[in-house]
T-cell receptor, first 114, second 115 residues
Framework: KAGVTQTPRYLIKTRGQQVTLSCSPISGHRSVSWYQQTPGQGLQFLFEYFSETQRNKGNFPGRFSGRQFSNSRSEMNVSTLELGDSALYLCASSLAPGGQETQYFGPGTRLLVL | GNSVTQMEGPVTLSEEAFLTINCTYT??????LFWYVQYPGEGLQLLLKATKADDKGSNKGFEATYRKETTSFHLEKGSVQVSDSAVYFC??????????????FGKGTKLSVIP
């Protein structure tokens, strides 16, 4: 079974631009979460989606948004990019929301903002 | 809120040495506990998990036991290999019914194993 895939793998943008990242979960998984990884802040939760609905959002500004489609694929968007948005963005999928469900991660999208 | 504290790295060991990476947590009730590993340039891979007190998770020679009394989930391996060099993250999710199942991570421990 194919794992979580994320596209693109690498991205370079300039300040003020916007970016869209894509995540395809493991087949049959309906829950998708996004995390941001930076050297300074570590791994931080961005959003959690299930059945096309955002269930939770982390402590990030409104420039960060996301959505989930009927096939469980998810996208996240960052508008008006800032230098501090440079990070590895990781997507994780699980069968469904639940404390005992394992979240499986994709390889990430590395975003560099210049 | 929930939090995870793990030992600061980096940790450098010789091949075949014994490994312990300490992890303690703060959470309400009985969270699920995880160890993830990240190799250079890659995403996170699940190493092992435990979902209830006294459970032992194990995989690839690594083990960790869910200790509710000490709120700990220390990672151990009896004999490390060069290929174990990576960053290790301890993490938790709240128990089912909590409403939010986001992973809360520790800051990571970088392990380097030298031949």
């Amino acid at each position: 079974k194919a794992g979580v895939t994320q596209t693109p793998r690498y991205l370079i943008k300039t300040r003020g631009q916007q970016v869209t990242l894509s995540c395809s979960p493991i087949s049959g998984h309906r829950s998708v979460s996004w995390y941001q990884q930076t050297p300074g802040q570590g791994l931080q939760f961005l959003f959690e989606y299930f059945s096309e609905t955002q269930r939770n959002k982390g402590n990030f500004p409104g420039r960060f948004s996301g959505r989930q489609f009927s096939n469980s694929r998810s996208e996240m968007n960052v508008s008006t990019l800032e230098l501090g948005d440079s990070a590895l963005y990781l997507c994780a999928s699980s069968l469904a929301p639940g404390g005992q469900e394992t979240q499986y991660f994709g390889p990430g999208t590395r975003l560099l903002v210049l | 809120g929930n939090s995870v504290t793990q030992m600061e790295g980096p940790v450098t060991l010789s091949e075949e040495a014994f490994l312990t990476i300490n992890c303690t947590y703060t959470a309400t009730g009985y969270p699920s506990l995880f160890w993830y590993v990240q190799y250079p340039g890659e995403g996170l891979q699940l190493l092992l998990k435990a979902t209830k007190a006294d459970d032992k998770g194990s995989n690839k020679g690594f083990e960790a036991t869910y200790r509710k009394e000490t709120t700990s989930f220390h990672l151990e391996k009896g004999s490390v290999q060069v290929s174990d060099s990576a960053v290790y993250f301890c993490a938790l999710t709240p128990p089912s019914g909590a409403g939010s199942y986001q992973l809360t991570f520790g800051k990571g421990t970088k392990l380097s194993v030298i031949p």
